[in-house]
């Protein structure tokens, strides 16, 4: 059954899909996908569970404003549908509701095992990593800092990453991977799990860190106990179980440290 999935959510959300992805594979052939064309790639470009990924969508907040998004959804929708129609797909889901957290489980009518989300790095992805890491730090040992989650409210502030770093661990190189966005994401977290210390915010790559059982030095959440409740559980299924080991959550912090100059 030749499926492809409307998938209009961020990047973190893609990487919360594969345990559903994995299941419906188990007895089905593996679908495709179509996710903002903002982004350059996703953490699903190399995912065995998926056939395609189409970069097509409209970001249904940044597009049409964050307090229109009862427009900005069904506009993603519709140019999903479109490309069905284009490509010949049978059959289309459409990852949303508006109001509600979809359960990807019943979305694909899946019975999962293993919640844990997946990450898949090819070996392009790790040779370019190991160039730029080669580049920017040579063979020394450095910190990992992302800045910006993709969400101003849920960011560090400018530089605050490096301070902290450096005020907590004896180390004088950082790789900075807001500014490397010509890199895949995938690059990114081989980048990530090569570091020696990691402060990110409720991003992509703290979400990555877990799936990669990585550990995270300071995870930081200013939205509170609520938002790290919606990652730290399996929300997206039903389930109040953490997708990742205990330990890896003692790193969130609320509020953020001042820092000595």
Known sequence: MKILIIFPHALGDMLLLT????????????PSI??????NSSPLDHCPYVDKVYYKLSDPWQDFGHHNTQFGFPATQFEGNALAIKEG????????????????????QVDIKNYKPEIFISNE??????????????????????????????????????????????????????????????????ILKQASAVIVPNSIYWQAAGAMDKKVDLGYFPRGPED??????????????PFYKKEFYNSVVFELETLSE
């Open 125 to 190: 992805d790790k040779q370019n990593a190991y160039k730029v890491i080669c580049e920017l730090v040579g063979n020394n040992s450095y910190g990992f800092v992302h800045t910006h989650s993709g969400d101003p409210n849920r960011s560090l502030p400018i530089d605050y990453g490096k301070k902290w770093i450096h005020n907590h661990f004896d180390l004088s190189h950082i790789i900075e991977i807001d500014t490397l966005l010509h890199l895949s994401i995938t690059t990114g977290f081989e």
């Open 228 to 241: 790290l409740k919606r990652r730290k559980y399996e929300a997206y299924y039903d389930k109040k179980d």
């Open 89 to 108: 797909f049978k059959h289309v889901l459409f990852a949303h509701e508006e109001g509600k957290t979809i359960n990807y489980a019943n979305m694909l």
């Open 34 to 39: 179509v996710v903002q064309r903002r982004f």
């Open 19 to 30: 345990p559903a992805l994995k299941a419906w594979c188990e007895s089905n052939e593996p």
